[in-house]
């Protein structure tokens, strides 16, 4: 197994100086109207803004960094994640975006002194770049998702969940946006045959789902407004290799329950979360993910970076009651 709990153990031990351990809320039966209870893990507070940090730190503490620094590719939360632990550990960081990337996202990585190359229409585009840049110069490329070393950083955070509980209760069931599927898969190694793993992908960004119904990873074409996010057109090998064997189905969410999710976490929490931060909930709030008795649902909150204009035109803009 090329990812094992164990190496999930030493990856949560290395960044854990670096990064924040985030809240669970815990609501209890009827929330969201499910018969269960639901923890939400409030990951979208962690440092730089989504859990993409815990997989940049693993990266750069365990393999160490060159002296032309460390580079990436990425729609938004991996760049601003990399840039975030390279500004934090004294490192120069080089970013490669696509055109796609919202403002927000760049305004954050230039904000934390990162270079920023934007070009290219699609993720694939940046990536290529940043491949090329890595062999010209040596710098560290941290994979957005399919590497042993980002998959045990992003597993860490399946780790932490357990550990927050309360005493004996675990999750039956864990609901978690899916991109190229770094996330999921780190996750998925990480909890036990107790825990059903469910994907969630927007309709019009759903590689794994392809993947796993083709039997091995195909491209999709991506339109939804998580793809700044979400959009991965191919989940990765080492992804693919485990999702196969650990995750238990993949629910599809359209971009209008997306949008709703995001509306009802600001509405009714005044949490405020991006488009791929509010996907795991829309599997419930959309009622495309029915548990079938009253079963503990964890659903992973992963991303804050949203510029709040964005989204609030739909959102009930009363105080919560
Ligand atoms: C907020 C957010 N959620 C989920 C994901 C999906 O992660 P992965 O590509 O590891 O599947 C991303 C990826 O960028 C993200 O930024």
Not at 51 to 76: D, E, L
Not at 143 to 163: K, P
Not at 172 to 197: K, P
Request: hydrophobic letters at 45%.
């Amino acid at each position: 197994v090329a990812v094992s709990r164990e190496d999930i153990r030493r990856a949560s031990d290395r960044i854990a100086p670096h990064i924040r351990r985030t809240p669970l809320l815990n609501l209890p039966g009827h929330a969201f109207g499910l018969p269960g209870s639901v923890s939400l893990k409030l990951e979208y507070l962690q440092v730089s803004g989504s859990f993409k940090a815990r997989g940049a730190f693993n990266n750069m503490v365990a393999q160490g960094v060159p002296a032309n620094g460390v580079t990436a590719a990425s729609g938004g939360n991996h760049g601003a994640a990399v840039a975030f632990a390279a500004a934090q550990l004294g490192f120069k960081a080089h970013i490669f975006v696509p055109e796609i990337a919202s403002p927000a996202k760049i305004a954050k990585i230039r904000k934390l002194g990162a270079e920023i190359t934007i070009r290219g229409a699609h993720y694939a585009d940046a990536l290529a770049l940043c491949a090329a840049y890595a062999r010209q110069t040596g710098a560290l490329n941290v994979h957005a998702y399919d590497t042993a070393m980002t998959i045990a950083g992003q597993g860490t955070v399946a780790l932490e969940w357990e550990q927050q509980l309360p005493d004996d209760a675990f999750l039956d069931a864990v609901l978690v946006a899916v991109g190229g599927g770094g996330l999921i898969a780190g996750m998925a190694r990480w909890f036990d045959s107790r825990t059903r793993i469910i994907g969630v992908e927007p309709a019009g960004s759903r590689a794994l789902d392809a993947a796993l119904a083709s039997g091995h990873p195909v491209e999709v074409t991506v339109n939804s407004i998580a793809a700044d996010s979400l959009g991965a057109k191919i989940v990765g090998d080492l992804v693919f290799k485990i999702a196969r064997n650990r995750v238990d189905s993949v629910v599809l969410v359209d971009d209008s329950a997306i949008r709703d999710a995001q509306n009802r976490l600001w509405s009714e929490f005044r949490i405020a979360v991006e488009p791929g931060g509010a996907a795991a909930l829309a599997a419930i709030t959309s009622g495309a993910f029915r548990p079938p008795n009253s079963i503990r649902t964890g659903v992973l909150l992963c991303g804050a970076n949203v510029d709040l204009r964005s989204f609030s035109d739909g959102a009930n803009d009363d105080a919560p009651i």
